[in-house]
Nanobody, 124 residues
Framework: QVQLVESGGGLVQAGGSLRLSCAAS????????MAWFRQAPGKEREFVAH????????GYADSVKGRFTISRDNAKNTVYLQMNSLKPEDTAVYYC?????????????????WGSGTQVTVSS
């Protein structure tokens, strides 16, 4: 499995931006499809965005489409989540996850490796 460490979370006002990073180590990063999930207090963890191994295909939850952008740099073993026009409802712990499956998935069960998360808080 690949080890994942997220960074870049913090406190931001509504309408602001943050960029999350997820650094991978331990296995060949480019073998994995990557995704971001989030979990708000009292809620279940939910899918946010995913990207295929080469970075040519992405997908987003409807709630973040048009505001968030997922990208990856395989040379740096890092996946990013650029978050713009943040809303208070985006407040959550954000997790990156890695999947060795050939197809892109939004299901948590398809991701074998997870980071420990980074807190994003959006104030109104």
């Amino acid at each position: 499995q690949v080890q994942l460490v997220e960074s870049g979370g913090g406190l931001v006002q509504a309408g602001g931006s943050l960029r999350l990073s997820c650094a991978a180590s331990g296995r060949t990063f480019s073998n994995y499809a990557m995704a971001w999930f989030r979990q708000a207090p009292g809620k279940e963890r939910e899918f946010v965005a995913h990207i295929n191994w080469r970075g040519g295909s992405t997908g987003y939850a409807d709630s973040v489409k048009g505001r968030f952008t997922i990208s990856r740099d395989n040379a740096k073993n890092t996946v990013y989540l650029q978050m713009n026009s943040l809303k208070p409802e985006d407040t959550a712990v954000y997790y990156c996850a890695a999947s060795s499956l050939r197809y892109m998935s939004r299901r948590m069960d398809d991701f074998a490796s997870w980071g420990s998360g980074t807190q994003v808080t959006v104030s109104s």
